[in-house]
């Protein structure tokens, strides 16, 4: 072996020594004889205690037995087997000292020879492996692992295994349980019985392996008095129990016929509960309890799995015998469910879930099955509450594990809920009544869940919530009178986080009831607006409720017109209450903001809305709109003054980044105005297009110049959807300063704005695009053939994009009743446009950049290709439009089977039968007779496709592209 190379294998080693040993791996597994080498280093004792190096000498090894092995002739068959008895003897020995992931190596290395030698060229593997292991610990611990590792290797059902695989593992299981498999269970029996007391873990090994094996082996040889009276006595047994209810648990999982299973599973439970297994003590350990939760979850499942299959075959006598057994499990389920230790209680959930299943399969509902809901409902309610251990502040890992848990828990309370609607509802009622009037003495894990279980209502019950309120107190129904004690209890008032989430999530979820009682919505914007939501401690508090209120609002906006009167005079005080928290969050402040940014967002968007949806005049709707703004428009000058006099970097990008949230804020509140309440209708468009002249300022600022023109842009888009002409005379601000410094990115970003423009005003946008057409046009170019480092990715993409944006750009004016902007070009700039046309069709090797150019293509075809069109475009049309259909298409990174390819082949497929359609026989004269023969097309080629052009647009598609697949090949 290389000594120097081995050193590398020391994790303390420097990067050169481990690369060097990583390529002496590479070396060892590529040779010959590299494995051999490694066999006889692992073997002959000279680098005992070296953990590396015997672990890397094993790893060549089952890189050779992985992928050469199989191949092999007799020697090396011979030394492999060899080998593996040699490593086993070794790992075999008491005084051996291996740590276990080299014993886990030895045993797939076994596992390994085996796959590739069983049955036919080591037949006897079996009674070689027992007969090479004396029997003790270390042996029979090696042994074990040989076991497991061949399950890993054949049986193991997560692996995925080819088919080859497969076949393969089929023969050789078939094999063991004719020629092996009952000595192996004797093996199995006596290392259980041999074991149980000197070595625990040992014994623990062989119940997995009985487990794992149990399910392709005769379950006789398993399920008999012999292995059940030892698997019993180990129940009783504290450091093995737990291994022996995984086994008894993979036992009973084992696949039968139904009668056959209902028969084994009765057979176990019987004894174990005669034994007092399945009553264990209060204070039992809790790994032991979630262990027998698991084996008590594999009963019910099983028999319910063995019930679905006999009333399948319509078997109703045995049928009712395991219905029978199953309700007798009903207790058992009760019990683990509601255990204390929620890992117990989750690990009989697939139970519970499945019994609810069959009932709802049932067509009557007994008594007897009534009270098994009500007791599951009271059980599932009672383990939703949160332990007095649970930290609310700093949520961890137990935390998250507990909130699956309850995920768990409310599927399971949905699905109750669909069996008996009426009883949960009274339930509820009687939880909610009992619990929210005593808020002040009550736990606050009893007043959450009281609370959750209200807003878990409005999922279950059946009926669209709209229905389940009355304006008629005589008439309300159960959830509204709760809803009501919810907001009149004032249990709002208790301060804890978690309920005073649960209470705004629960009011913004049933906005409905406000329509049938709206005297209660100041109770609710009051609670809001102080120290119970956007001003309580928990920021996580304040955040959600900044999100609950925008939705609250939005709820009550969309709902009936006498909503709104009853918000009117509240519209003020919920301004002025919140004023301090519009204050923009700046560098300057020098305090900390209650909100975030992104909960300033949603807070600056529901202000919008209230003024907006309000039924105020629109002089008094233009004073409150301006008011709320003001905050924005007052610091926004100062704070691009003081970015442009400022030298630190960090504090630039605070003033940038403020400067940026100012827009933001703007541009949320304009989303309160719709096509029914219009910023012109409000009386609020000087307040927007002032702001807007003040925003402008800063398209020059050079410093963090991207992220202050996202927030302008941003702000442009929404003046666009909510201002008409007024929004023109600034586009050309934006533009001017775009194209003193163009940058692809930018230009990438301003063209959507264009294309906005230009699908709100069509044909009335077009003296205004006029103008700023070309220096556009010429700018995106001049950007698009600056030279770029090869190996600039960024740059590359950036281009890439621009390009598809250009070509968008066009689209989207022909599209909107504006091609006289490009008619109208001078000739020259014309001819160039339609170049870059062509070239973005034949050329640019982007599929999405060619279906748009060939759409283009077609539309100007569909215009101007006619007698009446444009003078000398046909012309145009014959030599450039026409052969970039035939270039594009053969050009190599034309891929023909990929699924954006094949979408521009058909733009392409569109644009030829076009052609066709506006030009008739003479542009089927000039393919036959002048162009395609140009090109060397074979005459009944040209025919054929002269023919195909004719056909409807799907029969043309697949034959142009078989038409380009065959001249390709």
């Not at 989750?346 to 069959?358: C, D, H, K, L």
Request: aromatic residues 10%.
């Amino acid at each position: 072996m290389d000594e120097d190379a081995l050193r590398g294998l020391d994790p303390r080693a420097n990067p050169q020594l481990q690369n060097r040993a990583l390529q002496y791996f590479e070396q060892l597994k590529s040779s010959h004889d590299g494995w051999k080498l490694c066999a006889a280093t692992f073997t002959n004792g000279n680098y005992f205690g070296n953990d590396q190096v015997r672990f890397f000498c094993l790893q060549v090894i089952e890189h050779y037995l992985r992928y050469r092995y199989r191949e092999a002739g007799i020697d090396d068959q011979q030394s492999v087997r060899s080998l593996i008895c040699t490593c086993l003897q070794l790992m075999g020995n008491e005084s051996n000292q291996d740590r276990n992931f080299l014993r886990n190596k030895v045993a797939q290395i076994t596992s390994l020879g085996f796959v590739a030698d069983y049955p036919h060229r080591w037949p006897s593997f079996f009674t070689d492996l027992i007969g090479i292991l004396s029997p003790s610990a270390k042996a029979v611990d090696i042994y074990l692992r040989v076991l497991l590792s061949i399950d890993s290797e054949v049986v193991d059902r997560e692996i995925v295994h080819t088919f080859e695989e497969i076949q393969r593992n089929t023969v050789i299981k078939d094999a063991m349980r004719e020629q092996s498999v009952l000595q192996l269970t004797e093996t199995w029996y006596t290392i259980l019985t041999q074991f149980q007391s000197s070595n625990p873990e040992v014994t623990c090994m062989c119940l997995d392996v009985i487990g794992k094996y149990v399910s392709w082996i005769d379950i006789n040889l398993i399920a008999n008095d012999k292995f059940v009276g030892v698997l019993l006595e180990f129940m009783s047994m504290p450091l093995i129990r737990e291994s022996a209810c995984d086994c008894i648990h993979d036992i009973i999982n084992k696949g039968m016929e139904p009668v056959a299973k209902t028969k084994l599973i009765e057979s176990f439970t019987s004894i174990l509960q005669n034994r007092g297994i399945f009553n264990p003590q209060e204070e039992e350990e809790g790994d032991y309890m979630a262990k027998l939760s698991k084996l008590i979850n594999g009963i019910g499942v099983n028999l319910i799995i063995s019930w679905q299959k006999l009333q399948k075959a319509e078997d109703q006598e045995n049928s009712s015998v395991t219905m029978a057994a199953l309700e007798e499990k009903v207790p058992l389920m009760f019990r683990f469910l509601g255990d204390e230790d929620d890992d117990v209680s989750a690990a009989v959930i697939p139970f519970v879930q499945e019994y609810i299943g069959i009932l709802k399969q049932m067509k009557q509902i007994s008594p007897k099955h009534r009270e098994h809901i009500e007791g599951l409902l009271y059980t599932v309610i009672k383990k939703m509450k949160y332990d007095d251990s649970y930290n609310f502040d700093h949520e961890g890992e137990d935390e998250a594990m507990f909130q699956e848990y309850r995920k768990q828990l409310k599927t399971l309370f949905t699905n109750l809920s669909a069996l008996d609607t009426e009883l949960m509802v009274v339930t509820i009622h009687t939880l909610v009544t009992q619990t929210l009037p005593q808020w002040e003495t009550v736990k606050v894990c009893d007043l959450e869940v009281a609370i959750t279980m209200l807003y878990m209502l409005g999922e279950a019950l059946p009926n669209p919530q709209g229905q389940q309120f009355s304006p008629d107190i005589s008439k309300a129904s159960a959830l509204q009178n709760m809803i009501r004690l919810l907001i009149s209890s004032r249990v709002s008032c208790q301060g804890h986080m978690i309920v005073e989430l649960q209470f705004f999530e629960t009011v913004a979820r049933y906005e409905k009831f406000f329509l049938a009682e709206p005297q209660h919505i100041p109770d609710v914007l009051m609670a809001f607006t102080d120290e119970r939501g956007f001003r309580h401690p928990s920021a996580q508090v304040r955040s959600r409720t900044s999100y609950l209120f925008s939705r609250f609002i939005k709820g009550l906006k969309y709902l009936d017109m006498m909503i709104r009167g009853q918000l009117n005079p509240y519209i003020e005080d919920v301004l002025s209450r919140i004023q301090d928290l519009l204050v923009l969050n700046t560098p300057d402040n020098g305090y900390q903001h209650l909100l975030s940014n992104e909960d300033q967002l949603f807070i600056y968007e529901t202000a919008g809305s209230l003024i907006v949806s309000s039924s105020l005049s629109p002089e008094r709707k233009h004073h409150l709109m301006k008011e709320l703004l003001s905050p924005i428009a007052s610091k926004f000058e100062s704070l691009l003054s003081k970015l442009q006099g400022e030298t630190d970097e960090k504090r630039q990008y605070a003033y940038a980044q403020s400067i940026n949230m100012a827009t933001s804020l703007a541009s949320r509140v304009s989303k309160g105005f719709s096509s029914q309440q219009t910023m012109q209708a409000c009386g609020c468009v000087e307040t927007f297009t002032d702001l807007l002249k003040i925003f402008l300022q800063a398209v020059n600022v050079p410093t963090h110049r991207q992220l202050i023109q996202t927030g302008v842009r941003q702000y442009l888009h929404r003046m666009v959807v909510c201002l008409e002409k007024e929004i023109l005379p600034f586009v050309p601000v934006v533009l001017e300063n775009l194209l003193k410094q163009p940058e692809a990115k930018e230009l990438h970003d301003f063209l959507p704005l264009m294309n906005q423009l230009i699908m709100k005003f069509k044909a009335a946008i077009v003296p205004f695009l006029q103008q700023v057409f070309m220096p556009l046009v010429s700018t995106i170019f001049q950007v698009l053939s600056t030279p770029s480092d090869d190996l600039d990715q960024v740059t590359a993409v950036e281009k890439k994009m621009l390009q598809r944006s250009y070509y968008l750009f066009l689209s989207t004016i022909i599209s909107n009743d504006c091609l006289d902007v490009i008619k109208n070009q001078e000739m020259n700039n014309l001819h160039s446009l339609l170049l870059t046309v062509v070239q973005g069709a034949a050329d640019i090797p982007d599929p999405q950049s060619q279906k748009m150019c060939y759409n283009i293509m077609k539309k100007l075809v569909e215009t101007w290709g006619g007698p009446n069109g444009l003078a000398g475009f046909v012309d145009f049309m014959y030599k450039s439009f026409l052969p970039a259909c035939f270039l594009g298409p053969m050009k190599p990174t034309f891929d023909l089977n990929d699924g954006q390819t094949s979408l521009a082949l058909g733009e392409c497929a569109q644009c030829l039968r076009c052609m066709l359609d506006k030009r008739g026989q003479e542009f089927l004269t000039y393919l036959s007779t002048d162009y395609l023969p140009k090109l060397n097309v074979p005459a009944e080629n040209i025919q054929e496709l002269c023919e195909a052009l004719k056909t409807d647009n799907k029969t043309f598609r697949t034959y142009l592209k078989n038409f380009f697949l065959k001249a390709k090949s």
